[in-house]
Each structure stands twice: as structure tokens, then as C-alpha cells.
């Protein structure tokens, strides 16, 4: 059974994961705004599209389909996502298994790291407020 039951579900989660993150780091987006990049994430079951746009400041981070022209487009379950910001399952695993579609020059999602890292620590918060599983069943850690 996936982890978000709808689009509407994963898209408060984010928005929440996302508040957090600024709240925690205004700068954490820095690493993004010097790549200047625009990193789409389209997510399969439920589908649902997360477009951060770092090509200037403020951050813009949208949530469903939109206008935006993505230098990166990662393809992935919602489920995939889900382990990955739990640690669950490392990006390297997930790539060499075929769990990721990345389309663009792949070496700039570095600039990624940041972040990431933030949303891997506030992630299971966000899963507890909304009473969903901070889990990856059938996934070892990696």
C-alpha cells in the first residue's frame, strides 16, 4: 500500500517539509540559487509533480504541473521519495536500481545536498503530524 493515499496528501506533506526548512535555514536553498537550477520531481502513485525553481530568489517551489522548463526531472514513485528522505535507502541504491529516471546533467543535483539534508531530518516530524508511517516496508537501511 503507497504512503500517500492522493496528490493532495504528498503536496501538504511537502509544503510542511518545505516551511520547516526555511523556518530551520533561510540560507538552505543557498547551494540551489548558486547552481541556478530548476529540479522537477514527477512522482508516480499517486502522480504528483514538485518543481523547485532556484534560477533566482526567492526559491519558488510549486506543486503540481506547471509552466516551468526543468534543467533536472527526476522520475520516482512517491514511495521511492518517501525512503529516500527517511534514509531508508540511499540515492545511489535507488539509482543502480533502476527506482530513479534522471534526465539532465545529473552531476548538478550536488547542489542538492543541502537541503536534502535538512528534509531528511525533519521529514519524520512531518510524517508524525499528519499519522503516517516513518517507514520503508520490504526496504533495509542502506
Known amino acids: 500500500m503507497a504512503v500517500y493515499a492522493s496528490d493532495t496528501q504528498l503536496y501538504t506533506c511537502f509544503e510542511q517539509l518545505f516551511a520547516d526548512i526555511e523556518r530551520r535555514d533561510p540560507k538552505a536553498t543557498n ?3 548558486k547552481a541556478a537550477l530548476a529540479i522537477r ?5 499517486p502522480a504528483a509533480s514538485i518543481t523547485i525553481d532556484a534560477r533566482r530568489a526567492p526559491v519558488n517551489v510549486l506543486y503540481g504541473l506547471s509552466d516551468v522548463r526543468p534543467t533536472i526531472q527526476i522520475g520516482l514513485t512517491a514511495d521511492t521519495l518517501h525512503c529516500l528522505l527517511l534514509g531508508a535507502m540511499r540515492l ?4 543502480g536500481s533502476d527506482l530513479l529516471d534522471m534526465k539532465g546533467p545529473v552531476w548538478k543535483t550536488m547542489a542538492l545536498a543541502d537541503l536534502f539534508h535538512y528534509a531528511q531530518e525533519l521529514y519524520p516530524a512531518v ?7 516513518a517507514t520503508c516496508p520490504g526496504v533495509t537501511r542502506a
Do not use: N, Y
Open 127 to 133: 510524517l508524525e503530524r499528519h499519522a503516517l508511517p
Open 31 to 33: 547551494a540551489l540559487l
Open 41 to 45: 520531481f514527477d512522482c508516480t502513485a
Open 92 to 95: 545511489g541504491k535507488a539509482v
